[in-house]
């Protein structure tokens, strides 16, 4: 059970890492390909261009992607059983991050900023610190236990509505919808 649940557990957050980071919440392919961009920016200054919303600093941007890389900090605890070491560990979610924003700027959906890989790195840091926080509350095997459950029905739950809203945005549920 132990390694279908890890399994299930990273297949689908994967997905949804995916989608969020470099899908941007697209909808649909058409949507996606729009989202290119044929003049990239690499940003390599930590903090000198933060998103902005209204000429003020976008916080709840910043909290989403603290909040996307959580459960990858929680995913890696579980899967090696907490065996790594800290440092190990960041470096594993630093090279995580630093994919992520790579992928986004090479296939031309976004621009490289090292605020978001360092925001990244933060959000998987922040999951490997609530880990070590509850396994000193839980043993080991009941914890693991408990987050991967959480995770597959949380996942999972996300993922049910992520095809809702694709099925409900294609153009062939909008060509039925018009013959009704």
Not at 6 to 25: M, P, R
Not at 104 to 129: K, Q, R
Request: hydrophobic share 50%; aromatic share 14%; proline share 3%.
């Amino acid at each position: 059970m132990r390694k279908n649940g890890l399994l299930i557990y990273w297949s689908l957050y994967l997905i949804l890492l995916a989608w969020f980071s470099l899908g941007h919440l697209s909808f649909s392919i058409i949507d996606l390909l729009q989202l290119r961009q044929l003049d990239h920016s690499l940003n390599l200054i930590p903090f000198e261009h933060l998103p902005l919303r209204n000429q003020q600093i976008d916080i709840q941007l910043l909290i989403y992607k603290i909040i996307l890389l959580f459960p990858l900090g929680i995913g890696l605890k579980i899967t090696f059983d907490n065996k790594q070491h800290l440092l190990k560990d960041l470096k594993v979610v630093f090279l995580v991050s630093l994919m992520l924003e790579i992928l986004d700027y090479g296939l031309g959906l976004g621009n490289f900023d090292s605020t978001t890989v360092l925001i990244y790195t933060l959000g998987s840091f922040l999951g490997i610190m609530f880990y070590q926080v509850m396994h000193c509350l839980l043993p080991r095997q009941r914890l693991n236990s408990l987050l991967t459950k959480g995770g597959i029905w949380g996942f999972g739950s996300l993922t049910g509505f992520i095809i809702t809203l694709f099925i409900f945005n294609s153009p062939l549920y909008r060509f039925l919808s018009n013959l009704i």
